[in-house]
Structure formats: C-alpha cells, structure tokens
C-alpha cells in the first residue's frame, strides 16, 4: 500500500513495460512530493516519457516550448493552479488532459470538465485506475487522429459511420442498419471507443451532453436506454450494454 494520501495499491510486483508506450510523453504537474516521485516511477516503469513537476508556473513554462501526448495535473499547485494550467492548454492546443482531484471535491471536477478536461481521477487512487484512465484517454485521441476512424468505427458485431449518424448490426439474425439521433450515436461511439472499460457518468454527460453532471438529470439514462433498446430489436445482446450501478456504462 502506499500512505502518501495519494495513491492506494495492492500492487506488488514489476510493472511490465508496454512497448508501444515508449514514445508516450506524459507531462505530470503535482505538487505532492511523495505522490508526484510515485506516479512518476509507476508510469515510466509502465513505458512511458514522463517529465514532472511540482509548481504550476515552471509547468507552464514547460508547456511554451515542450509537446506532450498527456498531461495529468493537481487543482491546487503553487503559483498557477490546475484550473490556470488547464485553461492554458485548452487555449493553445488539444492535448488531453487528466485532472487530479481530491475525494468528494465535486465542484473541482465540475469546473475542471467545464474547462475541458478529458477525465477526472479522484484521490487516493489506485494506479491500476490511473493507468487505465490514461490508456482510455490516450486511444480515444489517438484513434480521432486515424484517418481509418474520421468517419468509421467497427467492434465486434457493430459498424459504425459517423456521417450517416448510423451503426449496422451482424448477427445471426442478419444485418439491419440502425439509424440514431446525434447524441445517440456520440454515445454508442464512446462507448465502442472505450469497449470493456466503464465510463463514468460526469465524463460521459461532458463527452456526450456537452454539459456538467448532475445526479437529477436523468437524460443520459434515457438516451442510453434507447440506444440499448434498439441495437437489442436488431440482433445485439442486451446484456452487451451494462449499466454498473455508482459508477457508469460499460460495452463488453
């Protein structure tokens, strides 16, 4: 386990190094120095070029003359916070970008998806979470850069086309194509993006609904439920679309 108030692990052993995550620039921006050497070491035993920092102002001067593929950040640092950071990056370029909040600061998640962050990871953490959380924003701005995914995205049984707003399912009841509305489609699209990972409901409603979570807002069950709905009439499984009760959805 780790005490740091950080990060907490059941995690023992050697990380194995991923190859393809060797080229992978992460940009760390934590002010905890104990946190900070952690997460540093664990992800680049995990592969990856991390350059670290505990004070928001030499980040930001970092971030003037260096490119990262990622940057994972604390709300409160010296001299520039997060919010300051991440509204730089946003105003700059479309590096994806990781908040670090603290556990129940519901209203610092809230501003930081209102800024544009990517994801969210609330402290302590257990960095098999972070890890994954990484990964998932990493592929889905990797897989926006595909020529190959612009417009088309298939897994599995699905086929999806962007620009017909449509997803075609081959099952053995054949191939039916499915028509859905934009937000609809914007959904099932993150979800097959991220298939066996769970989304939460504050990124999906930013990701998605383009707006903050809220406990009372019930529309983003409504549109899953109707996406779930009718990929089922067409051939898919039901259970394919799961919903995990507090933390999200998930497509196996």
């Given at each position: 386990?780790?005490?740091?108030?950080?990060?907490?692990?059941?995690?023992?052993?050697?990380?194995?190094?991923?190859?393809?995550?060797?080229?992978?620039s992460?940009?760390?921006?934590?002010?905890?120095?104990?946190?900070?050497?952690?997460?540093?070491?664990?992800?680049?035993?995990?592969?990856?070029?991390?350059?670290?920092?505990?004070?928001?102002?030499?980040?930001l001067?970092?971030?003037?003359?260096?490119t990262?593929?990622?940057?994972?950040?604390?709300?409160?640092?010296?001299?520039?916070?997060?919010?300051?950071?991440?509204?730089?990056?946003?105003?700059?370029?479309?590096?994806?970008?990781?908040?670090?909040?603290?556990?129940?600061?519901?209203?610092?998640?809230?501003?930081?998806?209102?800024?544009?962050?990517?994801?969210?990871?609330?402290?302590?953490?257990?960095?098999?979470e972070?890890?994954?959380?990484?990964?998932?924003?990493?592929?889905?701005?990797?897989?926006?850069?595909?020529?190959?995914?612009?417009?088309?995205?298939t897994?599995?049984e699905?086929?999806?086309?962007?620009?017909?707003?449509?997803?075609?399912?081959?099952?053995?009841?054949?191939?039916?194509?499915?028509?859905?509305?934009?937000?609809?489609?914007?959904?099932?699209?993150?979800?097959?993006?991220?298939?066996?990972?769970?989304?939460?409901?504050?990124?999906?409603?930013?990701?998605v609904?383009?707006?903050?979570?809220?406990q009372?807002?019930?529309?983003?069950?409504?549109?899953?439920?109707?996406?779930?709905?009718l990929?089922?009439?067409?051939?898919?499984?039901k259970?394919?679309?799961?919903?995990?009760?507090?933390?999200?959805y998930?497509?196996?």
């Amino acid at each position: 386990m780790f005490d740091s108030g950080g990060i907490s692990s059941s995690y023992s052993g050697e990380i194995e190094n991923v190859s393809s995550h060797r080229s992978t620039s992460i940009l760390l921006v934590e002010d905890d120095i104990t946190l900070n050497h952690q997460l540093t070491i664990l992800l680049e035993n995990k592969g990856y070029i991390v350059r670290s920092f505990h004070c928001g102002a030499e980040a930001l001067s970092e971030l003037k003359h260096t490119t990262f593929d990622l940057v994972v950040l604390d709300i409160n640092l010296p001299n520039v916070d997060g919010f300051g950071l991440l509204n730089y990056i946003r105003s700059h370029s479309k590096i994806p970008a990781i908040m670090l909040t603290a556990y129940g600061a519901e209203e610092h998640r809230i501003q930081g998806l209102r800024f544009g962050a990517d994801d969210y990871i609330s402290k302590p953490c257990n960095f098999e979470e972070v890890s994954l959380r990484i990964e998932a924003v990493l592929r889905r701005t990797q897989n926006q850069t595909l020529p190959s995914s612009s417009r088309y995205l298939t897994y599995q049984e699905l086929s999806l086309d962007k620009q017909k707003y449509q997803v075609t399912v081959d099952s053995e009841i054949g191939s039916h194509a499915v028509t859905l509305t934009p937000i609809q489609f914007k959904l099932l699209w993150v979800l097959v993006q991220n298939s066996d990972q769970v989304q939460s409901k504050p990124y999906l409603y930013q990701a998605v609904l383009e707006r903050e979570f809220s406990q009372y807002d019930r529309s983003l069950d409504m549109h899953l439920s109707r996406v779930r709905k009718l990929l089922t009439q067409h051939g898919m499984d039901k259970d394919r679309i799961k919903t995990i009760h507090g933390k999200g959805y998930l497509l196996k």
